[in-house]
T-cell receptor, first 113, second 111 residues
Framework: NAGVTQTPKFQVLKTGQSMTLQCAQDMNHNSMYWYRQDPGMGLRLIYYSASEGTTDKGEVPNGYNVSRLNKREFSLRLESAAPSQTSVYFCASRSDRVTGELFFGEGSRLTVL | SQQGEEDPQALSIQEGENATMNCSYKTSINNLQWYRQNSGRGLVHLIL?????REKHSGRLRVTLDTSKKSSSLLITASRAADTASYFCATDGNYGQNFVFGPGTRLSVLP
């Protein structure tokens, strides 16, 4: 029972390079999310997808793109990485129950030099 | 802007003591959730309290909600070293059914 799986766990990029963070969930949830976590800032929502085929901007979408490939997978792409994007990125999916708790992956730690 | 704000930012207690963390928020909510994050790991859901509830219990956890003051508290009783983690409250945010997280409280339980 994997839950939410993120890859890679660690990545170092140079400024201007691109990369994609992958996320997959096996709980058949409709909603999926990408957050970034910075010291003292809590988690900030980058993008979310309420269902397969839809994506919407969150609080801090600039510099990112997302793809909801299918119901299981939701990827986050940095087209031209900047040092300000150094962070820990978390993917989450949301239970379809009324309570709607979030299930998180283990995080992807990204450093942009 | 952050909907939830936890207080204190850091808390250090001895094993066996109770730990209380507070969360304040700014706008009306449907429900409020508490999450726990061990160092280097993802967040794990602990407990949810609906806006029409005032108190909820789950094992050693007790959550209260005061919608008139827009605040919630999480009490961990008889703390253990394994409770050392960061604790976050999450409230309905400005993005549909999504949740907005506060900066968290870092709890250290000393053996």
């Amino acid at each position: 029972n994997a839950g939410v799986t993120q890859t890679p766990k660690f990545q170092v990029l140079k400024t201007g390079q691109s990369m994609t963070l992958q996320c997959a969930q096996d709980m058949n949830h409709n909603s999926m999310y990408w957050y970034r976590q910075d010291p003292g800032m809590g988690l900030r929502l980058i993008y979310y997808s309420a269902s397969e085929g839809t994506t919407d901007k969150g609080e801090v979408p600039n510099g990112y793109n997302v793809s909801r490939l299918n119901k299981r997978e939701f990827s986050l792409r940095l087209e031209s990485a900047a040092p300000s994007q150094t962070s820990v990125y978390f993917c989450a999916s949301r239970s379809d129950r009324v309570t709607g708790e979030l299930f998180f992956g283990e995080g992807s730690r990204l450093t942009v030099l | 802007s952050q909907q939830g704000e936890e207080d204190p930012q850091a808390l250090s207690i001895q094993e066996g003591e109770n730990a209380t963390m507070n969360c304040s928020y700014k706008t009306s909510i449907n429900n409020l959730q508490w999450y726990r994050q061990n160092s280097g790991r993802g967040l794990v859901h602990l407990i949810l309290i609906r806006s029409n509830e005032r108190e909820k219990h789950s094992g050693r956890l007790r959550v209260t909600l005061d919608t008139s003051k827009k605040s919630s508290s999480l009490l961990i009783t008889a703390s253990r070293a394994a409770d050392t983690a960061s604790y976050f409250c999450a409230t309905d945010g400005n993005y549909g059914q999504n949740f907005v997280f506060g900066p968290g409280t870092r709890l250290s339980v000393l053996p």
